[in-house]
């Protein structure tokens, strides 16, 4: 296996993108990527995208979005975990280049959720449709279910919830490409509307179009598209039971925990090692379900981290500096892309206000459903 | 949901009937080919009890268009004497007052109409013992 880096990313605005279709969202991206890694060719494409289909009505994306970059040709393979599509492509991409069967692999997660779909029911199809769905459960009602198991066994609060929001849009606020760049206090979290008990609005990411790139070389031919090459330096990757019924306990993410573990176990590194990183809080209680399962914080105690600063700029371990699902935006098969784009910008400085000084070693947590499936990767400034 | 698929779904949706490992003794439902815990294929039907005990629970607000006017409505992990767990809706009640905890029983409801000639679909839904 060689060595991967990220040398070039891309990503459009998060947000209602009335102005782009699916095809004009991934283009952004993808030009921007190539431009920035100044490549002039891919060997391999994977598209990460949950349900095109569903959304506009358009399967077979892998082609169209060749086609679309003006590379109709290459080899392009569209990849669908639900939300974690975009975390499952990058997998791809970087064993495309790992095994050495292509050295320019372009990495992509795009979703365009604003067109008219029934969004609550298209998100749905990511749960068991004959056992979950037939029963009327949505998808800020599993995870509402998740919140309230977590409650009743290690009393996690309705405040707890709505501090992760607060920390999410403080960090969003300084985010150009947030899909919301407004501040929250503790109370309008709480105030908001209720969705799914106990999740209020303020406590659920968004509806978003979308779309992030970025480009993956080997290591050692790095140093020709970029100074700051960011590496791959190891990525876990795990399923868990589909239905929450059929979980061990449905407080625990234990994809998560898994994939973290062999994502540590791949690199040598544990989570102590992390100085920043981003985790799937589609909604409050998954961060702190999420920061649990990679082991920034033990069972039950993830409830505090918000509140406390310890994940937030300038805490000691910030999570979520873009603003995470909640703020940036949550175009599905695009986010788990997106979190690789955060956190690149981070091991090389660029960050701006949401810079977390001296960031060497970073962490990306996607997952898909309601945690049945989920992807760990780990990089390392060069 | 065209027909066959809701028809496959009648022995558990009808009967509740799940499935017992004959290796391990893990209880499934609905019935599984192959064992979640032991991944033995001896799987036998069984009919699970129609009680059990919420284990988490929400209220849906926000429902998809085809349950727009059973909302807010109460959804709920139970889980039966026989140790299975299933996602059910909680009817007959206040949906705010179903919490992890409360004991209820498994009826025969009419879930959801289907399709423009409104197909009836049936299963179970969970109402609090009093």
């Given amino acids: 296996m060689r060595d991967v880096a990220i040398v070039g990313a891309g990503m459009t605005r998060f947000g209602e993108l009335w102005e782009s279709s699916l095809r004009d969202l991934f283009v952004e991206a993808a ?34 979005m060749a086609d679309h970059l003006g590379m109709a040709g290459i080899p392009a393979t569209r990849v669908e975990s639900a ?49 979950e769905v037939y029963h ?104 868990s ?20 573990e062999r994502a540590y ?51 000691k371990i910030p999570v979520n500096t873009s603003g995470g699902l909640k703020s940036k935006g949550h175009p599905v098969g695009a986010s788990g892309v997106a979190q690789a784009i955060e956190i690149f910008e981070q091991l090389r400085g660029e960050a701006g206000e949401r810079q977390v000084e001296g960031a060497h070693t970073g962490l990306t947590q996607n997952m898909g459903g309601s945690g049945a499936s989920s992807l760990v990767h780990i990089f390392e400034r060069v | 949901m065209p027909s066959p698929r809701y028809w496959r779904e009648v022995p558990n949706r009808y009967r509740l009937e799940g499935a017992k490992c004959a290796d391990c003794g893990k209880v499934t439902f609905p019935a599984r080919h192959v064992c ?13 009890s129609r009680s059990g005990k919420v284990v988490t629970s929400t209220v ?3 429902p998809p268009d085809d349950l727009l006017m059973e909302s807010p409505y109460a959804v709920a992990v139970v889980e039966t004497p026989e140790g299975a767990r299933l996602m059910v809706q909680v009817a007959d009640c206040d949906p705010e007052e179903v919490l ?12 959801r109409k289907e399709g423009h000639g409104g197909i009836r679909c049936y299963g179970h839904k969970a109402v609090p013992v009093v």
């Fill in chain 1, 265 to 315: 176990k791949a690199t040598g590194l544990a989570p102590k090692d992390i100085d920043v990183a981003e985790v799937h809080d589609c909604f409050a209680i998954a961060e702190i379900a999420c920061i649990e399962a990679v082991g920034f914080a033990c069972e039950g105690e993830g409830k505090d981290a918000a509140r406390s600063g310890m994940t937030a700029l300038g805490g």
């Fill in chain 2, 60 to 62: 849906v607000r926000t």
């Fill in chain 2, 100 to 111: 992890p905890g409360m004991e209820v029983s498994l009826e025969f409801r009419l879930i």
């Fill in chain 1, 83 to 131: 939300c974690a599509s975009g975390g499952a492509a990058l997998r791809l991409g970087y064993m495309s280049v790992a095994s050495g069967m292509s050295d320019v692999a372009m990495v992509a997660g795009v979703e365009k959720m604003t067109d008219g779909a029934d969004v609550t029911n298209v998100l749905a199809t990511a749960a068991d449709q004959e056992n």
């Fill in chain 1, 136 to 239: 009327g459960i949505t998808f800020p009602g599993l995870y509402a279910m998740i919140a309230r198991a977590h409650m009743a066994k290690y009393g996690t609060t309705d405040e707890d919830l709505a501090w992760v929001s607060v920390k999410s849009h403080h960090h969003g606020s300084m985010n150009a490409k947030a899909q919301f760049h407004r501040e929250v206090t503790v109370e309008e979290v709480m105030s908001s509307t209720m969705v799914a008990d106990p999740l209020t609005l303020l406590e659920c990411s968004p509806v978003s179009d979308g779309a992030a790139a970025v480009i993956l070389v080997p290591l050692d031919q790095a140093k020709k598209y970029t100074d700051r090459p960011v590496r791959i330096r190891g990525v876990g990757q795990a399923t």
């Fill in chain 1, 241 to 260: 039971a589909m239905a929450l019924a059929d979980r061990r306990d449905p407080a625990a993410l234990d994809a998560v925990a898994k994939a973290a």
């Fill in chain 2, 36 to 48: 979640p815990d032991c991944r033995s294929a001896n799987m036998e039907a069984m009919a699970l």
């Fill in chain 1, 31 to 64: 030009v921007e990527a190539l431009t920035s890694a100044g490549a002039d060719h891919l060997d391999d494409l994977y598209v990460g995208n949950m349900s095109g289909g569903q959304f506009v009505g358009q399967e077979h994306l892998a082609p169209l």
